[in-house]
């Protein structure tokens, strides 16, 4: 069972496209206990959560209390666990990433390579990269397989591609990129043009890294790759089965975005999990999304994520026009990339591609 435990909306950064609302009110020691034992309470063979915030290392010391007291209760239970944090990693230490690599804890930074100083600051507008050079070579060195998450907002777009290359060179070898999503974002035709246009710079620049010793894995495009190889869907949405996130308060939804919301609360970690409420939400989300009837690409698509069709339109199942346009650019790169590692015969793209055919 894998629960997401939203610590805090509080944050010490300000980042341009930021949709928390900051309040301080912060996930008690004692309801983060009761989840760890809501989470063992299941009887599932792998278990984990995923810290998520504002910023989760504001609540340092409840992660690890969390990370310990899972331990203790797993002494009974024999489970795999595994955890992951997303963080803007000015608060990261070297005892801390310690503890996380004791328990098998993913850090993911938040980082926009050469955007960074325009799009995530202190509240007072002040850039942040100078202050993270040091935590990023700890970070590094202790988790070298460690992901750099990157947001564009659209008056940035032409920059994304050269700032992936920066993340790269700077020794993050996972990188993944994301668009601002907020519902009144500012993205218009040319941008998504622009956007286009980086995603097929990268597209060869991906292509040219795939064989280096140190491989550059460029997420977005290496996951529509393997599912188009593996003949499987891109994503799996189990709405309120898959990752359920629970709040700083104790509640319980079926996933990020509809954190808070009453009608979509469906239990707390004293009284556990509605099973009715859950399966009533999950129901409704597996109705087909209209507008994408007969696309070809519907497989490959994020089109089915509730959360992200939800936090744009309002409705879990009507698509914001930018995630579609957004979703074929990705797909059409993605399917370039693969093209040019096919026709150089790259190795390691011959390997996975033999091994997903064989299948
Ligand atoms: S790091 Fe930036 S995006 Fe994340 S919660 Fe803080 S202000 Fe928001
Ligand atoms: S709603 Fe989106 S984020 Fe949530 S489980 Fe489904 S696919 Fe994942
Ligand atoms: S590309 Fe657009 S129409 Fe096709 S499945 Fe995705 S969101 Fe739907």
């Not at 409840?62 to 797993?74: D, G, K, P, Q, S």
């Not at 996380?100 to 050469?114: F, P, Q, Y």
């Amino acid at each position: 069972m894998n629960f997401t435990l939203h610590l805090t909306a509080d944050c010490n950064l300000s980042c341009r496209y930021c949709y928390e609302k900051h309040s301080h009110a912060r996930m008690s020691t004692e309801t983060a206990l009761s989840a760890c034992e809501l989470m063992f309470s299941y009887g599932h063979k792998k278990n984990g959560f995923s810290f998520f915030g504002g910023e989760p290392l504001l609540c340092r010391k409840t992660i690890i209390r969390v990370l310990e007291y899972c331990e203790e209760l797993n002494r009974a239970h024999g489970a795999s666990l595994s955890y992951k944090m997303t963080t803007n990693g000015l608060l990261l230490d070297e005892a801390f990433i310690e503890t996380a690599n004791r328990h098998k804890l993913e850090i993911a930074l938040s980082h926009d390579g050469v955007l960074q100083d325009a799009q995530r600051v202190f509240p007072d507008g002040r850039g942040t990269s100078r202050l993270l050079e040091p935590k990023i070579d700890l970070l590094l060195k202790l988790q070298p397989n460690a992901i750099a998450m990157m947001t564009v907002l659209p008056e940035n777009v032409g920059r994304l591609a050269e700032s992936v290359e920066w993340l790269y060179a700077r020794g993050f070898s996972r990188v993944n990129t994301a668009i601002d999503c907020r519902p009144n974002n500012a993205w218009d035709d040319n941008s998504m043009e622009e956007l286009d246009a980086q995603y097929g710079i990268l597209a060869e620049f991906c292509a040219s890294h795939f064989d280096d010793e140190r491989p550059l894995h460029y997420l977005n495009f290496e996951s529509k790759i393997a599912c188009h190889l593996e003949s499987r869907s891109c994503i799996e949405c189990r709405l309120g089965y898959k990752q359920p996130s629970i709040a700083p308060d104790g509640s319980i939804y079926p996933c990020n975005q509809f954190l808070n919301i009453p009608e979509y609360r469906i239990g707390s970690v004293s009284s556990g999990i509605d099973e009715q409420a859950r399966e009533r939400i999950y129901q409704m989300s597996l109705l087909p999304e209209a507008s994408c009837d007969g696309c070809t690409l519907a497989k490959r698509c994020r089109h089915h994520c509730a959360c992200l069709n939800f936090s744009m339109t309002g409705n879990m199942h009507e698509v914001p026009h930018v995630q579609c346009v957004h979703e074929q650019s990705v797909i059409q790169n993605a399917d370039r990339m693969a093209e040019l590692l096919y026709e150089r015969k790259s190795p390691r793209f011959m390997r996975v591609y033999s091994k997903a055919s064989n299948k």
